[in-house]
């Protein structure tokens, strides 16, 4: 303990010294123990990656490692584990590269990954480590799956049922009095009907009820890969991993129907302290709007296209259909004159993916079918068209068309010579859409014609119901999820197929179902998985189902595992589930913030429905930490003689950016040219243009990135400066949900206020200068402040705030040259969830203690101590502030307004006015209200 400074080596020792007694004593380990008030604080599922971490990825997690050092301080039994989503993409596209098994590959990481956080200091419970590719694990993330395929929806209910129950109802009285989520496609059948379907085509009809179930379905195929992509594994129509081509394919798939519960997903959200932005990408992503399905008939067919739409007062303005290239009519309906350029025109659009064909571009293309649709007001044949940006798994896949009213059909309708009619009045341009605003009126549109919009829907409506051409309806914009995947990497689907095909789970006795190793990871020649090369991997004579899980399947639940990981009878017991309950502070990046949250708030209120929860939310409140930003370094390079330019030489030559290492970058942007020249062949014997014997290069801030070269190591930076160090800067860097700017140099301010902490126990000759002595009333004071403000903003996650005001203290407790024992033990609690290396080293030999300072009470400020004479009161005119004035607290409202009116700003600003109103609000604001003289 008796060191001069607190140096890189003494550091070192101190970090070495605390991470082995943690273990040791397992100070982490966390009992379910009912006599503490719980908290359950998590970090959002991480994927190891091979790349290890840098300085970006540890924010949330020391967010959330402060936060659980201070809950457990203030008293609270706190939940704070980690584990890792290790099933996935990545892992397996490395295996088939380098030939090494995906289990190998992940294990590495793993210990990578751990090996970075330990040296953090975080505050895990090493008992609960779980991971998904673990057998003990997927056991139960395949049950679950299990629970889902024997399980359908009730609206009556509005909950999940026992399969066996809608089973029963379509033995008495078939399925016409089922209220259920369903298929829209199903067919209303009788009970002597349901009895006279085989086994299989009950199995087939029943899939129109599962919550898990197995269809045919348009999905996002990636031929490199070998496997389906979910839309945010896609980026401009090619997979993120790779950058390989996507098309859309229709395949049959596993599919989790996650539609029937959007209603209560979006009624879940107004319960939950999350951010506002967050709550409305969940509910634009559930896309609920209220509208009306109507049908138009296909001339010259039993065939009738319906559309859904939430402007029926717009019918008027329909001038043709359109439909989604993949839309089941299509192929029927096609007159035998365009059967071969709709099939065309199809395959065309199978390459783009969902993203290219929504996005607006100039390009337009569609194809007419040379099949027409009957208006269902006016009679008149209406052309049927497909066109790709109107989409198979959206709505109905079809739309009908109002070029008066719609930008994107507008612009079609010009694209090919198709009908615009106004329908209201007041467009003053006949070649842009005019949507009708409120109190226009209806033209062209027969018996509705002059009716205010309002009036004219209801009216449009009755008409169309009446008749039974259209419903009222709702439409949802989220989709049932494609649950299988073409690859290896997964959770085994626990389903198997009998000699008719009929699919059944495997029983909960004979779970899990594990992988079997396979000679290659790749699909078969035939695309096929790569599960179909086990060949002898059978349940009994059966075949089992060759897709696995995606990546979210085994995520969606995982926070439940943590309350009780190595329970063999059920995920959780229901012992720990009933103390745990749902997770108080959720912390992850806004990546996740719909996919993820929506499947794992999805799992929850399924598993309340069949009984195993007692809570429907799994999420209390959600933060996503903001990104934190490389700087890159940029050079130039004249495109014509290829000599590189100093970056203030640039202007007027043409010229090609380059990335060069952030780490050959001073703090003046001068870039080091004979470290550039050893870094990379091609610059070795280049020619560089100086400016005044520098040269320059350009900054930017962006994502880190080992393309950009600026990514920076955490290791690096502990190795130097310690763990505590580098915590407190990431996290003084800015609030906490806000993007900041990665700085290097910026680094030295928290290692010298700790290096002050440091010398209020020693002196610089390294002797123990702690006394036992009495703090003064202003020592006590600024301490005291100290705790109420690093407490509120440490409660608030404000972590900058708290250590800005952590540095006062430290700064104002040097100036009294306080070394007193009851105020540095106040201190170092306050400083402790920041710096747990130094505060728990200075508690225990400093300060003698033989317990844990993570074990001792989290100080509460002394509200007397705080009380000040005198305040500095803002005073505000005409609702803007323009000053501040010290008072005495106490003062009556006269002889405040007394002092005020006489402050010479006051006056300034009141100069040329009279006064209207003088308002005081005791100890806290002044606001004047006057008006200028116009005499």
Known sequence: MQELLMNTDTIKKIERKWLARWENERLYSVKLDTSLPKYYCLDMFPYPSGAGL?????????????????????????LHPMGFDSFGLPAEQYAIETGQHPRVTTDKNIATFKSQLRKLGFCYDPDREIKTSDAQYYHWTQWIFTQLFDSWYCLDTRQAMPIDALIQHLERSGNAEVNAWSDSRTSIISAQQWAKFSPLQQSEFLMNYRLAYRADSYVNWCPALGTVLANDEIKDGFSERGGHPVQKKMMKQWMLRISAYA?????????????????????????????????????????????????????????????APEHDAVEEITSPTFKAAVASYREEVALRSERERVAKTDRITGQFTGAYAVHPLTGENLPIWIADYVLADYGTGAIMAVPSADQRDFNFAQAFDLPVLQIYEGAEQAN??????????LINSGEASGMLRAEATDWILERLVATGAAKRTFNYRIRDAIFGRQRYWGEPIPVYYDEQGIAHVVPEQDLPVTLPDVEAFLPTSEGEPPLERARSWRYGGYKYETTTMPGWAGSSWYFLRYMDPTNSSAPVSRE???????VDLYVGGSEH??????????????????????????????????????VSAIIYRDKATHEYVSADLKEGRDVQPLYVDISMVNDKNQVDIDALRAWRQTYSNGVFIYSNGVFLCDRLSEKMSKSKYNVVNPDDLIDIYGADTFRLHEMFLGPIDQTATWSTQSIDGPHKFLQKVWRLFLSEQGEMVVENLEPTAEELKVVHTAIAKVARATEDMSYNTAIAALMICVNQLGVLHCHKRSVLELLLKLLHPYAPFITEELWSEALGHSHSILDSEYPVADERLLYEAQFEC??????????????????????????????S???????????????????????????????
Request: glycine share 8%; proline share 4%; with cysteine.
């Open 54 to 78: 840098h300085v970006g990825h540890p924010r949330g997690y020391i967010a959330t490692d402060v936060y659980s050092r201070f809950k457990r301080m203030a008293g609270f039994n706190v």
């Open 263 to 323: 209603d209560r997903l979006l009624e879940g959200l107004d319960s939950l302290d999350w951010p506002e932005a967050l709550k409305d990408m969940q509910r634009n992503w559930i896309g609920k709007s209220q509208g009306a399905e109507i049908d138009f008939q296909v001339r010259d067919s039993q065939i009738a296209i319906n559309v859904f739409t939430t402007c029926p007062d717009t019918l008027y303005g329909a001038t043709f259909l359109v439909l």
């Open 432 to 441: 842009k859409p005019f949507p009708g605003k409120e109190g226009s009126r």
């Open 576 to 582: 720990a589930m009933a103390y745990w309950q749902t």
């Open 593 to 630: 913030a719909t996919g993820h949250l929506l499947y794992a708030r999805f799992w929850t209120h399924f598993l309340k429905d069949r009984g195993l929860l007692s809570f429907s939310e799994p999420f209390k409140r959600v933060l996503c930490q903001g990104m934190i930003l490389g």
């Open 874 to 903: 803002p005073v505000s005119i005409n609702g803007k502030l323009r000053t501040r004035i010290m008072l005495q607290r106490g003062m009556t409202e006269e002889a405040v307004k007394a002092q005020v009116l006489k402050d």
């Open 905 to 935: 700003t006051v006056q300034r600003w009141l100069s040329g006015g009279r006064l209207l109103k003088f308002i005081f609000v005791p100890d806290r604001i002044i606001n004047i209200v006057y008006a200028l003289n116009t005499d």
